[in-house]
C-alpha cells in the first residue's frame, strides 16, 4: 500500500492484545488507548505528531470522538472507522455520531426556494462534508449495503423526510 496509516486500538480488537502488535497490521503504526475516555485526544495525537495518510480507529461511539474524526477528514487524512448504529438513518438521528455524516441542521427557506424545491419552509439539511466518503451498513453476517456516496445518500434519506413530512 505504501501509506503511512495509524490504527487507533482502543479494544485491542484490530492489532491484537499485548506490547506486539498483530503481523496482519504490516508496517502500520498502532496507538494504544489506554483509557478509553482519551480515544479523541489520541485521534488528533495521531494527526499532529505522525503525519499519517491514513487512520483506522475501532469505534467512534463519542461526541468528542465524532467531532475528532470530522476535524482529521478536514486535514485531508482518510479515515476507516466503525460507529455503531442500525443504520445510516439510525446515525442521522443520533445526535452524538450525527456529525460523522455531516450532522443535520433546520433550514428556513424563502417562499421562492420552498416553492421551486416543491417543500415546506423548514426542512432539514446535511449541514456539512461527512467524515467518511464511503458508507458499509452490515445488518448481520448475510446482509450489508454499500453507500458508495455517503453525502448523496445522507442527502436523499433527508429528501425522503420532507416528503414523507408533506403527506401529514
Do not use: C
Amino acid at each position: 500500500m505504501g501509506k503511512r496509516v495509524i490504527i487507533i486500538d482502543t479494544s485491542n480488537e484490530i492489532a491484537g492484545d499485548g506490547d506486539i502488535p498483530h503481523p496482519a497490521i504490516g508496517s502500520a503504526r498502532r496507538m494504544q488507548v489506554s483509557h478509553p475516555e482519551l480515544q479523541h485526544h489520541i485521534m488528533i495525537e495521531a494527526v499532529e505528531n505522525h503525519m499519517p495518510q491514513v487512520i483506522i480507529i475501532d469505534e467512534i461511539s463519542t461526541e468528542l470522538e465524532a467531532l475528532a474524526a470530522q476535524t482529521i477528514a478536514e486535514r485531508g487524512v482518510k479515515l476507516i472507522g466503525t460507529a455503531h448504529g442500525n443504520s445510516l438513518e439510525s446515525l442521522i438521528k443520533n445526535p452524538t455520531l450525527s456529525d460523522l455524516i455531516g450532522g443535520i441542521q433546520y433550514v428556513t427557506l424563502g417562499d421562492e426556494e420552498a416553492r421551486i424545491r416543491g417543500t415546506q419552509k423548514s426542512v432539514l439539511e446535511r449541514k456539512s462534508r461527512p467524515a467518511f466518503k464511503i458508507g458499509l451498513e452490515i445488518g448481520n453476517s448475510k446482509a450489508w449495503a454499500v453507500h458508495p456516496n455517503i453525502e448523496k445518500a445522507v442527502d436523499q434519506i433527508l429528501q425522503t423526510y420532507r416528503l414523507e413530512n408533506q403527506d401529514h
